[in-house]
């Protein structure tokens, strides 16, 4: 697997879920989503090719409004429904709302939290590799690890944040969200 093909798989695919519940919600015609999804999977593979992004997520939900944007535009008609989902796709205003302000401080107080809870060297290796943008053959010089040690640690890392934001991001759908997630990930 090249360098590409693990960041999509490590970066993007973790949240298809919350994709596809995305652009179910925001476009009208449910039978075009399947497809839409995999378009915006070739725009971020795409770009992704060109310049791996600094937040994924951010990026990845980008592509998706404004891959519904351009299919919007596109359209010749555009049903009333969908005027009230253009706000929330910020068609009509670029300003951003304090609303999209205080959500984004929010998450970045989990990613940190989530930080603090990884063990040591999961952490360095992660902060080497995505904070500080180092090659795989630069940490491991930098931690003094063989590069299939960093490797590991990353997989670790990243199977450990994933699984908290994607059970977070579950409970939250679901309601559940009573902060027993942080005690149970300590717990680990």
């Known amino acids: ?36 999804r995999q378009e915006v999977y070739v725009r971020v593979y795409q770009g992704a090719g060109r310049q791996r992004p600094p937040v994924a997520r951010f ?3 980008s592509v998706a409004r404004n891959l519904l944007i351009d299919r919007l535009r596109k359209s010749r008609v555009v049903p009333i429904d969908l005027m009230a989902d253009l706000d929330a796709l910020n068609v009509l205003s670029d300003d951003i709302s ?15 939290a989530a930080l603090g809870d990884l063990p040591a060297r999961c952490r360095e290796t992660f902060v080497l590799r995505r904070i500080d ?56």
Do not use: C, H
């Not at 995305?22 to 075009?32: G, N, Q």
């Not at 304090?98 to 940190?112: H, K, P, T, V």
């Not at 960093?150 to 902060?179: C, H, P, Y």
């Open 1 to 36: 697997m090249d360098d590409l093909d693990q960041w999509f798989a490590e970066q993007i695919l973790p949240f298809e879920g919350a994709l596809t519940a995305y652009l179910r919600r925001v476009w009208p015609d449910a039978s075009e989503v399947a497809d839409l």
């Open 59 to 61: 990026f990845l939900f």
């Open 98 to 112: 304090a609303d999209r302000i205080l959500s984004g401080r929010q998450e970045l107080a989990r990613l940190e």
């Open 133 to 188: 943008e180092l090659s795989q053959r630069e940490t491991a010089e930098k931690m003094g690890v063989s590069e299939a040690t960093v490797e590991k640690q990353m997989v670790k890392a990243m199977r450990i944040l994933a699984d908290r934001f994607w059970n977070a991001a579950s409970r939250s759908a679901q309601g559940t969200d009573d902060g027993k997630a942080d005690s149970d990930e300590k717990r680990r």
